[in-house]
């Protein structure tokens, strides 16, 4: 069975950083593309950031230059790097493989305010 278990949330003032993991007891993590998303309190869920198998990376346009994406093929794990924080960051963040068609995980909260 496929899981996603995502960890690294909490409570964090603006201008603050957090780094979110996720491992993915997935056969050949590698070969996957990998996404963190997030779902803000009464919103949908949104596709934030995302890497390929040979780390190529994308970043929706809310987040390019403050959040980086990174991954460990050897530990099955993908990281959220966030930095500048802003109070509209606040969701649950999730991760999965972009192409994966199943349950989602769990999620970490992500909580910025004063």
């Known amino acids: 069975q496929v899981q996603f278990v995502e960890s690294g949330g909490g409570l964090v003032q603006p201008g603050g950083s957090l780094r979110l993991s996720c491992v993915a007891s997935?056969?050949?993590?590698?070969?996957?593309?990998m996404g963190w998303y997030r779902q803000p309190p009464g919103k949908q869920r949104e596709l934030v950031a995302s890497i390929a198998g040979r780390s190529i990376t994308n970043y929706s346009d809310s987040v390019k230059g403050r959040f980086t994406i990174s991954r460990d093929n050897a530990q099955n794990t993908v990281y959220l790097q966030m930095t500048s924080l802003k109070p509209e960051d606040t969701a649950v963040y999730y991760c999965k493989a972009v192409s994966f068609v199943g349950t989602w995980g769990q999620g970490t909260q992500v909580t910025v305010s004063s």
């Open positions: 997935l056969r050949s993590f590698s070969a996957y593309a």
